[in-house]
């Protein structure tokens, strides 16, 4: 319901409330196990989840313009991948290595394992990705409305990329795949369209590459 209250500095929260408490007018679930909305006027720079917390609703923390790196607990265990839609300033997020569902790489977000590139968190003029070796899947959003990202490497070992994975990334004019054989199209939406195959020769030019990502 705040998503684009951009201007919003503070929630406050009637004691009696059975539902909702406020943290340093930041809104959370009243028993402080999930965090629904940081406030995106707030001065600091870095914000610490405490912990406690186990889930981070989704739009948590839009917009936040000054904010530059954001901390999850061992306890976090759901942080979406639109909870920091159109943070500009942010440079990326720091995760407590006993957190059993998620690592930071480089300031960007992981499955636990590392095998799953989840969410580019990391916000700048210009964003030159290079995907990890071992990384074997791209989440669904990962790079969704990143629009500084201006080239990704996909390493070798990727063999999935979910659902608008890098849609709406109007920066990105290079993608190297390492791999560029075996891979597909699956279309979304209509009945009557069809997996589209991939020529190796196509994803060989990085700009090609790119606009089948984008």
């Not at 679930?29 to 989840?49: G, H, M, N, W």
């Not at 195959?197 to 030019?205: A, D, F």
Request: charged content about 20%; aromatic content about 10%.
């Amino acid at each position: 319901p705040f998503e684009s209250c951009n201007s919003l500095k503070e929630i406050i929260v009637d004691p009696q409330n059975e539902y909702y408490c406020s943290i340093n007018g930041n809104l959370f679930s009243k028993d402080k196990s999930e965090l629904v909305f940081y406030t995106p006027r707030k001065a600091q720079t870095e914000f610490i989840i405490p912990e406690g917390v186990s889930v981070v609703h989704k739009s948590a923390f839009s917009h936040c313009e000054f904010l530059k790196n954001i901390v999850l607990p061992a306890t976090v265990t759901e942080f979406p991948h639109d909870a920091i839609m159109f943070c500009n300033s942010l440079q990326g997020i720091s995760i407590d290595e006993n957190n059993p569902i998620y690592r930071a790489i480089d300031g960007n977000l992981y499955s636990k394992d590392g095998k799953t590139f989840l969410k580019l968190c990391v916000s700048d003029e210009k964003i030159d990705l290079v995907i990890p070796d071992g990384v074997t899947s791209i989440s669904a959003f990962a790079a969704y409305y990143c629009d500084d990202l201006t080239s990704v490497v996909i390493p070798e070992t990727v063999n999935f990329i979910g659902e608008s994975a890098f849609s709406q990334c109007t920066s990105l004019s290079e993608a190297v795949f390492e791999n560029t054989s075996g891979w597909c199209v699956i279309p979304q939406g209509g009945k009557f369209q069809s997996t589209k195959n991939l020529e190796k020769t196509e994803l060989c030019v990085p700009t090609i590459a790119a606009e089948y990502l984008s």
